[in-house]
């Protein structure tokens, strides 16, 4: 029987080797903000999710924007899908990966993207260029979601749940109380370290893709 693996993300992926079933832990609420500040004349405008892309398509013709960077293939492919062509996209998907090879000075940069996103990307980039950061959405989370894969592993039924971001993580282990589980998989660094936080083992997938995540459950069942 191919193992149960609650992925807490919102997508339609799915796999011959495992069974998924998908719970996303997170709902997102749009928020408003000064369209005052897109009448500048940017350099660069830099989508670091597909929900920033999302939420940010209606203003897009209203910005005057040289280039666009995208942080993640699905971002860069979600960007792809809607018409708005993407001039840097770095092979490392995290924010530190962006950082490291986005040799940029002297740039307006726009950062559209989440209320709760990690503030890394924009107090590095102002280091050598100007940075507007916009809040576009806030993520919330779940409960109906949530409560729903307790219940799962209480009756073991689960065999692996796969987080994608650090805020799911958060909304999962802060909502109480939680059951006694450890297979516990992380798709990047940041994720995995939030789990450690709550004194949680956690294995990592080797890129951030959902697919070396599976590849890490399947491995991780062979040991």
């Known amino acids: 029987?191919?193992?149960?693996?609650v992925m807490t993300q919102t997508s339609e992926v799915q796999s011959e080797l495992v069974s998924i079933?998908?719970?996303?832990?997170?709902?997102?609420?749009?928020?408003?903000?000064n369209t005052h500040l897109l009448e500048y004349n940017f350099d660069w405008l830099i989508f670091s999710s597909k929900n920033a892309v999302k939420f940010f398509f209606k203003y897009l013709d209203s910005v005057k924007v040289k280039h666009i960077a995208a942080?993640?293939?699905k971002t860069a492919r979600y960007c792809h899908d809607l018409g708005i062509i993407v001039d840097f996209v770095p092979q490392d998907y995290s924010q530190e990966g962006f950082i490291a090879r986005f040799q940029q000075d002297n740039q307006l940069i726009l950062i559209p993207s989440s209320a709760q996103a990690r503030p890394l990307l924009q107090q590095e980039l102002s280091k050598h260029n100007r940075v507007v950061k916009?809040?576009?959405?806030t993520p919330v989370p779940n409960v109906t979601n949530i409560t729903d894969v307790k219940e799962m592993v209480?009756?073991?039924?689960?065999?692996a749940i796969a987080f994608l971001s650090s805020s799911a993580v958060r909304y999962y282990f802060d909502q109480q109380p939680t059951p006694h589980f450890n297979q516990y998989f992380a798709i990047g660094q940041q994720t995995a370290h939030t789990l450690k936080q709550y004194n949680q083992s956690v294995k990592v997938a080797r890129t951030q893709t959902v697919e070396a995540l599976i590849d890490k459950?399947?491995?991780?069942?062979?040991l």
């Open 71 to 73: 942080i993640g293939e």
């Open 134 to 137: 916009i809040d576009l959405y």
């Open 21 to 33: 079933i998908h719970k996303p832990f997170i709902d997102i609420e749009p928020l408003s903000f």
């Open 217 to 222: 459950i399947l491995e991780s069942r062979e």
């Open 1 to 5: 029987m191919k193992p149960v693996v």
């Open 154 to 159: 209480s009756q073991q039924s689960v065999d």
